[in-house]
């Protein structure tokens, strides 16, 4: 199998076979939807007339199927882009082609339009369902369109695609009742909830907001046909809105800092209570009844008991253990009664003469 190299010094090699060499260059965006010539189409190849069950069955390649589909489009919306797409997914092989019709049809049988007819032009060509954008089409199909598009004698448009409910204008109950009849017609559903109509109801409805909205985004009053008393009211309203959505701003804000603090409050209020049962916990295990400080009392109680006797009678020499012998007392201390009872008291005369005896004994000896 032939081999090649990939890149400039790349040891990698990739197979290249028929497929890979037949492969052209890749497209990424798929090109716009051509305009149908004025003089309809030149092709040579003969279109024989096709029933529906001809059509489904499926057809040859150079041969598809020629769904017309058309409509106003304005405001190209998504209701729009499914139609299409249902006509295009009818048969297995379409080549579907839309009509447009021009600003003077459409202003003189249905309304005004928000879009002019080549943007409306414009905006069908970049839908990727259509193979084919016909402009100033008729607003009903006539014969002379219908001559217009044929390829040797026979009619370029197999089928007509468009939604079932009878469309009611020009004149007519339904301007697609000879369609019908012929055979031709092909019916799609239609997506509710959005249309040109509702969309356009939707910004009557708030004209004032989307006024509002431009003359924020740049707009002029005169480009938006207000008047120099509304276009100051409007102005004014704009400014009461920021001044509401700054007020708005500034009490989420104010709440949400007030959350903060109610949750760091929260918060702080559980750890001191926390802390508090801790330390009253603690102060229990201490100086509590079964606690460590009673503990401790009890056991320097004992070991000062163990180290002095009991204290003796109330009245003795030695009732205060705890007094050392040497410390100075001025206090008389009380005789005893045994004392009392074996001596009797001496007389104050002779226990004078007794001092002075004594006194003079001491002096002798000192001499």
Not at 37 to 66: F, Y
Not at 179 to 193: D, H, L, N, S
Request: glycine residues 6%.
């Amino acid at each position: 199998m032939a081999r090649r190299r990939r890149g400039r010094g790349s040891n990698i090699q990739q197979p290249q076979g028929p497929q890979s060499q037949r492969r052209g260059p890749v497209r990424a965006l798929r090109e716009p939807a051509a305009f149908a010539k004025s003089t309809g189409c030149d092709s040579d190849i003969p279109h024989e007339k096709l029933t529906i069950a001809q059509a489904r069955r499926g057809t040859p390649a150079n041969r598809p199927v020629r769904v017309y589909a058309d409509g106003i489009f304005d405001l190209f919306h998504s209701g729009h882009a499914r139609a299409l797409m249902q006509a295009k997914n009818l048969f297995p092989n379409t080549h579907l082609i839309v009509g447009v019709c021009s600003d003077e049809l459409t202003h003189q049988f249905k309304g005004y339009t928000v879009m002019t007819e080549d943007e409306r032009y414009d905006a069908l060509t970049h839908c990727r369902y259509i193979d084919e954008v016909v402009r100033d089409a008729p607003w009903t199909l006539t014969t002379e369109f219908l001559k217009k598009h044929k390829v040797k004698g026979h009619s370029q448009i197999d089928f007509v695609a468009h939604d079932d409910i009878p469309y009611t204008s020009a004149g007519s109950d339904d301007v697609y009742k000879h369609i019908k009849e012929a055979g031709m017609f092909v019916a799609t559903q239609r997506t509710e909830g959005i249309s040109t109509s509702d969309l356009i109801t939707r910004i009557v409805r708030d004209y004032d907001i989307y006024v509002r909205r431009n003359l924020q985004r740049g707009y002029t009053a005169q480009e938006l046909n207000v008047g120099f008393i509304k276009e100051k009211k409007y102005r004014l309203q704009n400014q009461v809105d920021k001044m509401k959505e700054t007020v708005r701003t500034v009490e989420e804000k104010s709440k949400h800092f007030v959350y903060r603090m109610e949750e760091k409050s929260q918060d702080l209020i559980t750890k001191w209570e926390e802390k508090s049962r801790e330390f009253i916990g603690n102060f229990l295990e201490l100086f509590g009844p079964d606690g460590a400080w009673h503990a401790i009392q009890e056991r320097s109680g004992r070991m000062l008991q163990a180290l002095s006797p009991y204290s003796s009678p109330r009245g003795s020499p030695s009732s205060s253990p705890t007094r050392h012998p040497h410390s100075p007392d001025l206090s008389p201390t009380p005789a005893s009664p045994s004392n009392a009872s074996l001596s009797p008291p001496t007389p104050p005369r002779a226990r004078k003469k007794g001092k002075r005896k004594s006194t003079s004994t001491y002096s002798r000896h000192g001499q």
